[in-house]
Structures are given as structure tokens and as C-alpha cells.
């Protein structure tokens, strides 16, 4: 017996492995630029950072993620081609907040069993979804864990590596008082929250072939809608003349809900209250909490209720973001103000400390809009 043939015989089939990756070359060859080397096989990926000479003083950004138990769904109705986009946009966009361009980014793929086809697509989502943000994929890991994983089962990561001018990186310190809270719409419900849609949709015994008439789909279909794509529209704002320095923060709506992740990028002893009345969630929305017999309030902490992005602005430029935004077909709107140094202020009722760190105050305030 051979030490392949045991190998297979474990449960690990190498040759499938390969077959994936002649699949998948295409499609992530098209996301490299001159700055990649090495092409594929490597044992890792090459990036040319002469380009950071430009810089005057360059200071690298990464981020890593996931997309959680979103993956169970795709794995369900067996569509996966959709999956790749929700993984870029939960790392690539995290390195934009800071003001950062992206440069590449790497994935992993941990399955029980490589089904070649079903590996390509999901990479080739990927691969697609770093096309339209600029950033190259450079390198990948695709691993079979049998007797970890089911034969169907997989999980998917990646980490990405990004570059901002000291001088030009956004936060809580650039926020002033008067500044505009813009909201910027999600594409539904993106990446977060699927423990509790799984467990509304199974406690209701809706399965995920079951047509919905709200939503005009299944239910598997609208929720594997893929994750908005912020990337090129926000650095595009960035470097704008027109708006130079009026883009103060930027928030990412994921995990931990609305008022969390705008209080992340507020400066300490900073208020803002989100007008609920601005916005009316999507109908995905809607149909998980009637379904659940639940409030839309009550799962503010969970779902991004269709706000994908916050962006924090000077009031001088409030309009010509929201104009900008639109134009690439980001629905954008004001739901609140900055407020700072108010010492009368009652921050009881408001979110404060998320996610570790120490910065404002934020609280959802009036009713949603039908």
C-alpha cells in the first residue's frame, strides 16, 4: 500500500485538492497586478512594497474574519458562488474604517472533503470580490479535516493587509462637535446574526427551500444576498479634493449591532442618538422578526437593519458625501449628530465600551419608518 492510497484512505484525497486548484487559478490570476510574484504553489505569497516609498510615512493595516454560520445556509441549498463576496466583505472592508487602501489578501478553506467544483466557486467569489476592491489575491489554503467535518461541511477565513499615511489614518480623534452621523444602506442582512436566523427559521419550521411572497425568493436565496462592497466608494470619497480632511470616522456595521459599532469610532465623553425614523429596514428584515414574534428593536445588538457603514462628517461636506455615495449607488442619509463635552448629558440609556473599546455613546432613539 502506498502512502497516498492510506492518505486517500484517511479520508484526505490530494488529487481533488489539485483539481480545485486548476479550477480556481483563472479567476484569481485576474486579481493580480505587476506587484504580484511567484504566480501559484508557493508557500507564500509575494507582494511588491516598493510602491510604500511613495509613502511618507506608510503604516500597514490587517484585518481577519469570516462569515460565520452563514456558510451552514450555502451548504443547505448547495450555493456557494455567492459566500467568496461575503468573505471580502467582512475583511477587506474592516481595512478601509481606518482610511487604509487595500493591498492583498490571503484565504483558508478547512473542509471535510474537497469537492473540486464546489472549492472553485467559492474561491472564485473571492477572487471576484477582490477584483472589485482592488486588492490581489495572493495566496490560499484549502485543508481537509475528515472526522472534524462532515463530507459537505466547510469554513472559510481570510486576512488582508492594507497601507495608510500616518497623518491621513481616520478615528475618534479627527471627530469634533456638530459632526454628521451619515448612514450608509446594507445589502440585507450581509454577515452577522445567522446563529439567531437559523434558530428563528427552525423554531418557525420554515425550511430554506420554502418560498417567501415578501421576500419573492426562498428563503435560502435572499439570505445568502451577498455582503455591499464598500471598498471603492469610500477611498474614493478619500481622495476626493473636494472632501479633503471632511471625513472624520467610519464605522463598519457587523458584529455587535448599530449602536455598538458607531460608538466604536467616537471619541470618549461623545454622545450621538441614531433617528430610527430615517430609515425603514428591508423586508428581510421585517419577516425574520414577525417570524420570531420579536420587536426590530430588540435585534438592533444582532442585524445591521440595513445600515451596512456609518461615516462621520463635517457638516461642510455632509451633502457632497451623501451625493458621492449615491452616484455609486450607496443609498446614504443623516441619522444623528456629534456631541461633544455636554457634561449634562444622561448616557445611561446609550451604548458605551463595545467591543473593548473606550470610546462614545450611542443610542437608538424613535420609532423605524413602515
Not at 39 to 67: E, K, N, Q
Request: hydrophobic share 45%; aromatic share 6%.
Amino acid at each position: 500500500m502506498t502512502s497516498s492510497t492510506s492518505y486517500r484512505e484517511a479520508g484526505v484525497d490530494t488529487a481533488a485538492g489539485d483539481r480545485a486548484v486548476e479550477l480556481m487559478k483563472a479567476a484569481v490570476a485576474k486579481t493580480h497586478g505587476p506587484e504580484v510574484f511567484g504566480g501559484f504553489g508557493g508557500f507564500a505569497g509575494l507582494f511588491d512594497a516598493s510602491a510604500l516609498t511613495a509613502f511618507r510615512r506608510p503604516l500597514l493595516a490587517t484585518s481577519t474574519d469570516g462569515v460565520g454560520t452563514k456558510v451552514a445556509i450555502a451548504q443547505a441549498i448547495d450555493k456557494h458562488d455567492t459566500i467568496g463576496q461575503d468573505l471580502v466583505g467582512m475583511v477587506v472592508d474592516d481595512i478601509v474604517v481606518v482610511g487604509a487602501k487595500p493591498l492583498f489578501m490571503t484565504d483558508y478553506i478547512a473542509c471535510g472533503k474537497v469537492h473540486p467544483e464546489r472549492i472553485a466557486s467559492i474561491v472564485s467569489g473571492i477572487a471576484q470580490a477582490c477584483s472589485d476592491t482592488g486588492t490581489a489575491l495572493i495566496g490560499g489554503e484549502t485543508a481537509e479535516h475528515p472526522g472534524l467535518l462532515g463530507v459537505d461541511d466547510y469554513d472559510v477565513a481570510g486576512a488582508c493587509t492594507g497601507a495608510v499615511e500616518a497623518d491621513a489614518i481616520l478615528g475618534e480623534h479627527r471627530v469634533e462637535d456638530g459632526d454628521v452621523v451619515l448612514a450608509l444602506a446594507s445589502s440585507g442582512l450581509h454577515s452577522n446574526g445567522f446563529s439567531l436566523v437559523r434558530h428563528i427559521l427552525a423554531q418557525a419550521g420554515v425550511g430554506y427551500a420554502d418560498h417567501s411572497d415578501d421576500l419573492g425568493t426562498t428563503f435560502g436565496e435572499a439570505l445568502l444576498e451577498p455582503t455591499r462592497l464598500y471598498t471603492l466608494p469610500l477611498l474614493r470619497l478619500l481622495d476626493a479634493p473636494a472632501f479633503a480632511g471632511g471625513v472624520h470616522s467610519l464605522s463598519h456595521v457587523t458584529g455587535g449591532g448599530i449602536a455598538a459599532n458607531l460608538a466604536r469610532v467616537l471619541p470618549k465623553g461623545s454622545w450621538a442618538e441614531v433617528d430610527r425614523s430615517t430609515w425603514s429596514p428591508s423586508p428581510v428584515f421585517r419577516t425574520l422578526s414577525e417570524l420570531a414574534r420579536s420587536s426590530l428593536e430588540s435585534s438592533e445588538g444582532t442585524w445591521n437593519l440595513g445600515v451596512g457603514f456609518f461615516a462621520v462628517v463635517s457638516p461642510a461636506v455632509a451633502a457632497g458625501v451623501t451625493a458621492a455615495l449615491e452616484a455609486d449607488g450607496i443609498a446614504t442619509w443623516q441619522v444623528g449628530t456629534v456631541h461633544l463635552g455636554d457634561a449634562a448629558a444622561d448616557l445611561s440609556a446609550f451604548e458605551q465600551g463595545a467591543k473593548g473599546v473606550d470610546g462614545g455613546a450611542v443610542r437608538l432613539v424613535g420609532a423605524y419608518r413602515d
